[in-house]
């Protein structure tokens, strides 16, 4: 008994010191880094999610086909063209398959806009969709693979911009009648325009990563990324979601919680884990609040709370695409991918059989289960800082993200200057791209402790206590002309 309390007491000691521990960690993402040759690869991933959001104005439709409506055809279209199209993608042929989506996009998406509603209009709205799936597929590999922290941090934010942007025009009625069209067409024509400027070279580094698993670091990060759309997918079957008064509010919230998750990030560096629990605080207070009258100032506050729902998207995307850079592979990603979009469709079944069969208990299950999940997560604290946030290969949380030091590195070839052997270089270079020293023995051919020994001495000889400084020691010549030379031995 006195041993199981011991370790019960050990285990809420190391609780309190990870979350005393996450709530001071910083990351470290620049804006210096951001790469304009990769704005095709930032705004593309935005159109996608907008356009998913809109199908509820744009596809309201009496006809239907085999007894099921045109929403859920061109929904069901979107997931699968992204799961066909992907199935048959690699690194090599990425750009032929990003090219044939736009293709089939565009054959669909072109006389469907131009004939009158009919049957065979539902055929090429299918065709469009399913098309479209497969841009977003391919969208979210180069999401992944091509960018760095800080331009997959601004995409995530431009996704959910665009969002809050149209939840305001479809709030205020600016453009009535004309805004669907007119925006669903920018949407086609940027997201093809992007997708045909693919170069393979510039995601390239996917095929050099050795095999990979389901690591703790990729559990973890799954976790947020679906216990953020189940909260979420909650509140779309309220009542009151869809009301001018909630789309406004969310809309102007939202806006703000962009720029606040903007100033966390990039201004004060604060860590992202900040973010997802601010959003599951954000959405207990919504759906709490919603036990209160409607009319009341709690009801009022519950659709601001609502607003943050923003920062978990944000924050769910941006870590999809920094653990999967960091930790994943091309083959890894796609396998998520395909049980991913399943998974994210059958969430809907919880809140919608609640709708069907007991409407009045929506709100206490929407409570209890965002309090659960938040719960879960927040005893996953010491997991959390051990795999993710404080574990030594995950530099690029903390530090100038490792793909511009790469870079940086290949392209002045800083090594020269610091006299080290041509084993401890290598190493160098392969801590650089993120490997961890089983990948690397198993990269160079040699023993564990042999890794271990070499990169005692390299840091001896740079003078630093851990791989982390590396990144520190590279990225901070970047903005000066002294590199630190170490003398010979």
Known sequence: MSEQTGKIRSY???????????????????????????????????????????????????????GIDAMTLMGSAYCIGAGVIFAFSSVRNMVFVARFSVIMMLV????????????????????????????????????????????????????????????????????SGLFDKVYLTALVIGTAICLWQYKTGEFSDATKKPEAKFNPAIKLMLYFFVAHKLVEVFYTYFPVASTSEALITNGIVGVLVIGLSFILQVSAKRSVWNMCNLFFIAMICTYALYFTPEGSIGRELSRYFHGFEQMGFIASYYLL???????????????????????????????????AFAPEHMTMVATLMTGLIFILFFLMSPSYSKHLFFADWSDDFHLVDMTETKEQVEQEDQFKHLNLTPREREI??????????????????????????????????LGIGGRAE????????????????????
Request: proline share 3%; with cysteine; hydrophobic share 50%.
């Open 12 to 66: 809420f000691s190391q609780l309190f010191s990870s979350f005393k521990g996450l709530l001071r960690s910083r990351d470290n993402i620049s804006l210096s880094n951001i790469r304009t040759k990769n704005l095709k690869y930032m705004l593309i991933f935005a159109l996608a999610p907008v356009f998913a959001n809109m199908q509820g104005s744009l596809f309201v439709s009496d006809i239907n086909l085999l």
């Open 108 to 175: 669909g998406f072109i006389p469907w806009m131009i004939i009158p509603e009919s049957l065979f209009s539902l055929s090429l709205a299918i065709l469009f969709m399913f098309g479209f799936g497969g841009c977003a597929a391919c969208a979210a590999f180069a999401y992944t693979f091509a960018l760095n922290n800080i331009e997959r941090f601004l995409g995530a934010a431009a996704i959910s911009l665009f969002c809050v942007l149209m939840e305001l025009d479809f709030g205020k009625s600016f453009i």
């Open 321 to 355: 695409g920094c653990v999967f850079k960091k930790h994943g592979n091309f083959r890894l990603f796609k396998r998520s991918l395909v049980i991913l979009l399943p998974s994210c469709l059958l969430l809907y079944v919880i809140p919608g059989v609640l709708v």
């Open 428 to 461: 160098a270079e392969l801590l650089l791209h993120g490997m961890e020293i089983k990948q690397i023995a198993a990269e160079l051919g040699i023993k564990f402790d042999t890794v271990k020994f070499h990169m005692k001495n390299l840091y001896r000889k």
């Open 470 to 489: 590396i990144f520190a020691l590279l990225s901070s010549s970047r903005n000066s002309d002294d590199v630190k030379t170490i003398p010979s031995e």
